[in-house]
């Protein structure tokens, strides 16, 4: 009866991890940049949006 036990095959090197690429690095700090800023207005243009829907249905 065979029986497959983990480690128990040929020993292999893990593969190398991916690194982000410094392209890669400068989008993702724009992302981040953009949803922080997003973070702070979107709340204001919501409520603003909010209160001129109903100074529109008053």
């Not at 593969?15 to 973070?39: C, F, H, S």
Request: charged share 15%; hydrophobic share 55%; no cysteine.
């Amino acid at each position: 009866m065979f029986l497959d036990l983990p480690g128990a095959g040929p020993w292999r090197p893990d593969p190398p991890k991916p690194r982000i690429t410094p392209k890669g690095e400068k989008v993702l700090v724009w992302i981040v940049a953009l949803n922080l800023v997003l973070l702070l207005v979107a709340p204001i243009g919501g409520a603003t949006v909010i209160h001129a829907l109903i100074a529109l249905f008053r």
